[in-house]
């Protein structure tokens, strides 16, 4: 019988996927049987990811295991925590007391699929500072809905070089359903995000694709941002192509203070900051706020000290993407970006927006062409929305394609 | 799924005296004959897995609730100490015969091979005896240090190695306070690293130099702790005095209460949050050596704190403790809010009185440039 060790003869196919080579064989690798549900206790499984071996695969079996502390994996390269079906092998954190994520991951080469993790206090799976992550279909959930009180992230992959999400399903996180921070060479694909703050956010990330997506009923469908004084920032070439973004009207749920707390419900794609952003081919349709939006930091009117940073969008491209906007009803009057949008358009606003917020010294290339039907509003925030327009003409240029 | 672990030389040393004590006819438990033998040197096997048992290691002199260090073994202590729920701990370090630490200016001091370092938790039991909850090991391998919690029977007698932590129920009799019983955890390997992580590689914490210049009585009268070091030959390249630096006492009123607030953030949240560290994607750096406001959480926005945030904009409000999240989470409880996230189940009265005052005596608000 073929060892289900064996399986970690995928590993180098990912890790040259990821150009991070990290080569293991099959040799060393103990051929134990799923973990069954029945008679676990939360320390087996916290031990043998401890004993692990590099390129081990450890099982789950159908049904529900509890946790009251985080899981932890750490140092140990190859790794794959594998269940039986994100319908079937759950791992429930629900009146977890300790730990402020349900699996947290400082390990190369990890991957975790075919689970659903459940409750989390926190959130649900952090790698931090992994090398060639995967995760696959897998799913997070917090079982009371969209709650202030759910954990900020179900998928969360921060200062990784080599992520790969594909086919999961994330739902009710306070903040990004999955969220991808100080990363580079990235893909989020074919997952499906829905009641959370955001859907999708790539921060300060480079070399970025994503696609295939399905966000819907979050506050934002997909955010791409770029924040100040992190280790990591001026985040670039981020493709966000093919993806469906439909109804993300969810009224925002995210504590106050959060950077996400400012998206108006009804936020279809709004790029903050952030250079060589590449929008196209997407379906954006009903948002009550707007459909896409391309803003600077300053928008935010928050201090920051951080000479290294760029605030400013440049060489965007929103192209080719179909638009359709929500019929009747206005943005959302419970955050700034909604009161403004209402006072500015009465009830009719474009559904692109620019903040037209520029540095003194120098000119953004921001290029919106060949979305059928829509209108761009400039908004000239910097100077009272004075010189608001809604003149097209500025945005008609292309981006040289934004390849990683 | 026990792995046939080659016992230790040192186990096998370890039953040899238990088996002669034994046969001795000492009504007494192996380990006490063990650790109470004189012929069990102190130290341990770089190569080998770790020991079962704490007693195995030969660091403990007499009984173990005596908490004394056996002979090679230094007692130690930090000028402000990590906040552990009200644990008193007793920490130990122990090098190699012949063997010295290179003093560092800044972070912990380079150990040689062989290094121990032992940190026991324990609460003062109200029939004045001990009890003892864990002992944490750090190991000095080849390849770097080795993590390792230990906890111990309820009698306070032996320790066996819990790789996967625990959970037990403490009481702590505290005098002054009047604490419920509560949930301890004993830290996971992993979670060891979750804080002993500089740079991804595992650290100590403790013996740096800021750390360790205070005064301490060894039997003979308070002396520093790095002349003694550096005497007893354990210290190589130790400055002149005036050349150490200190960190201050947060618990000393008398000492400046910056000074204090910085020490206290220092030794609870710099661990992680400093740019080497496990919270370095923050951007917010609580150590002593951190020069710059905004990564100090001075008018700083979270990024990644969900919850954490308690509806406030800032880590550090200048003048307003109560809009600052960074006291908001010392004062919170759920896994996904309270800091620090790991160690801390119970409130530090002390430590957010301190952070309170200090904040409140911050000038400045948070304006746009």
């Known amino acids: ?404 | 799924m026990p792995v046939p672990w080659i016992r230790p030389l040192r186990s096998a040393l370890v039953s040899a005296f238990a088996g002669a004590c034994i046969l001795l006819g000492f009504a007494l438990p192996a380990w006490q004959c063990a650790t109470g033998s004189k012929s069990l040197q102190p130290g341990f096997d770089p190569d080998a897995p770790p020991a079962q048992y704490l007693s195995e290691y030969g660091f403990f002199a007499g009984e173990a609730m005596a908490l004394a260090p056996a002979a090679g073994v230094l007692p130690y202590e930090l000028v402000s100490p990590l906040f552990s729920d009200y644990a008193e701990k007793t920490r130990f370090v122990y090098l190699p015969p012949g063997t010295q630490a290179a003093y560092h200016q800044q972070e912990a001091f380079d150990f040689p091979v062989g290094t121990a370092l032992v940190k026991t938790f324990w609460y003062p039991r109200e029939d004045g005896q001990k009890h003892l909850v864990e002992t944490r090991l750090l190991l000095k391998r080849k390849d770097g240090w080795d993590a390792l919690p230990y906890r111990w029977n309820e009698a306070g007698t032996e320790a066996e190695l819990a790789l996967a932590g625990a959970r037990l129920t403490v009481k702590p009799s505290v005098p002054g306070m009047d604490l419920e019983a509560f949930d301890y955890v004993i830290p996971n390997k992993n979670q060891c690293k979750g804080c002993h992580s500089v740079s991804g590689k595992f650290a100590p914490i403790g013996p740096k130099a800021r750390n360790l210049n205070r005064r301490l009585d060894y039997g003979s009268g308070a002396v520093n702790q790095l002349d003694y070091w550096q005497q007893a030959g354990i210290l190589s390249g130790l400055p002149e005095p005036s050349a150490r630096p200190a960190l201050a006492d947060y618990a000393d009123a008398s000492q400046q209460l910056n000074e204090r607030a910085i020490a206290y953030l220092e030794i609870n949240c710099g661990h992680c949050h400093r740019p080497e560290g496990p919270a370095n994607t923050s951007g917010l750096h609580l150590t002593s050596l951190e020069n710059d406001p905004a990564h100090l959480g001075f008018c700083k926005s979270p990024v990644a704190a969900g919850k954490g945030s308690g509806g406030l904009r800032y880590d550090i409000h200048p003048g307003q403790p109560d809009s600052s999240i960074l006291l908001y989470r010392m004062q919170q409880q759920d896994p996904g809010v309270r800091m620090p996230e790991l160690g801390r189940q119970l409130l530090h009265k002390e430590g957010v009185a301190l952070i309170r005052e200090w904040i409140a005596s911050l000038p400045g608000d948070c304006l746009m440039p």
Not at chain 1, 25 to 42: D, H, L, Q, R, V
Not at chain 1, 106 to 112: G, M
Not at chain 1, 113 to 135: M, P, Q
Not at chain 1, 211 to 221: K, M, P, R, V
């Open chain 1, 1 to 404: 019988m073929l060892s289900p060790a064996c399986s970690s003869r995928l590993l180098p196919l990912l890790a040259v996927f990821f150009f991070t080579a990290t080569f293991f064989s099959c040799t060393n690798t103990a051929n134990e049987g799923p973990i069954a549900a029945e008679g676990f206790t939360e320390e087996l499984l916290m031990e043998r990811l401890i004993s692990a071996v590099p390129g081990q695969v450890i099982m789950l079996g159908e049904g529900e295991f509890r946790f009251t502390r985080s899981l932890s994996l750490d140092g140990i390269p190859g790794v794959t925590l594998a269940g039986a079906g994100a319908d079937k092998t759950i791992l429930s954190f629900t009146g977890q007391t300790d730990g402020a994520e349900g699996l947290l991951i400082t390990a190369d080469s990890f991957t975790v699929r075919d689970l659903a993790v459940l409750d989390a206090a926190g959130d649900a799976i952090k790698v931090k500072d992994g090398k060639a992550v995967t995760i696959q279909r897998v799913r997070v959930a917090w079982s009371g809905g969209p709650k202030a009180a759910n954990g900020a992230y179900g998928l969360y992959p921060v200062g990784c070089k080599g992520v790969l999400i594909e086919d999961c399903e994330v739902s009710d996180a306070s903040d990004a359903g999955i969220y991808v921070g100080q990363s580079e060479n990235i893909v989020v694909r074919n997952n499906l995000v829905h009641h959370n703050v955001a859907g999708i956010e790539i921060e300060n990330s480079f070399f970025a694709e994503v696609y295939g997506n399905t966000c819907t009923e979050n506050t934002g469908g997909i955010l791409v941002f770029d924040l100040p004084e992190l280790p990591i920032k001026n985040g670039h070439h981020v493709q966000i192509f093919k993806n469906e973004v439909h109804n993300n009207n969810f009224p925002n749920f995210a504590p106050e203070g959060n950077m996400v707390g400012i998206v108006p419900a009804g936020t279809g794609v709004l790029v903050m900051a952030t250079r060589d952003v590449d929008v196209y081919d997407n379906k954006i349709s009903n948002h009550q706020s707007f459909s896409a939006a391309v803003v600077s930091y300053l928008i935010n009117q928050k201090p920051y000290s951080d000479p290294a940073y760029d605030p400013f969008p440049d060489r965007i491209s929103l192209r080719n993407n179909i638009i359709e906007r929500q019929p009747g009803a206005g943005p959302d009057s419970t955050r700034a970006l909604g009161v403004l949008l209402a006072t500015l358009f009465k009830g009719d606003t474009p559904e692109i927006l620019v903040d037209g917020i520029v540095p003194p010294d120098r000119a953004l290339t921001i290029c919106i062409q060949d979305n059928p039907g829509t209108r761009i509003a400039t908004l000239d925030a910097a100077n009272g929305y004075a010189g608001l327009h809604l003149d097209p003409s500025p945005y008609a240029c292309t981006v040289d394609p934004a390849t990683p």
